[in-house]
Nanobody
């Protein structure tokens, strides 16, 4: 069983930065994908980025490219999301998620319906 625990959310002003962390408890294979999704208030959940654990290859939703950077530290079993130049529309609950790929290679898909495990989320609030 895999458990994901997010941290690092908070309130910052527009233009600021935050780094989210997600610790992965339990076994995560090198062929699995882990990543971030977010759900703004009153909106549907959307994908942010994924990383293929084995190679560290990264994949971003088109709208998330440029300001967000995903990375994983295998030694610490931790996933990160560095968010820069934050905007009020980035306000959301950010979720960490993992997909069991059962040996399949990359690329990762940024599809919430493909995820097998979810964290409880961490709130990011960006004020103007």
């Amino acid at each position: 069983q895999v458990q994901l625990v997010e941290s690092g959310g908070g309130s910052v002003q527009a233009g600021g930065s935050l780094r989210l962390s997600c610790v992965v408890f339990g076994y995560a294979s090198s062929t699995d994908c882990v990543g971030w999704f977010r759900q703004p208030p009153g909106k549907e959940r959307e994908g942010v980025a994924m990383v293929y654990i084995g190679t560290g290859s990264t994949y971003y939703a088109d709208s998330m490219k440029g300001r967000f950077t995903i990375a994983r530290d295998r030694a610490k079993n931790t996933l990160y999301l560095q968010m820069n130049s934050l905007k009020p529309e980035d306000t959301a609950i950010y979720y960490c998620a993992a997909e069991r790929r059962l040996g399949r290679g990359p690329p990762c898909t940024i599809n919430e319906y493909a995820m097998n495990y979810w964290g409880k989320g961490t709130l990011v609030n960006i004020s103007s």
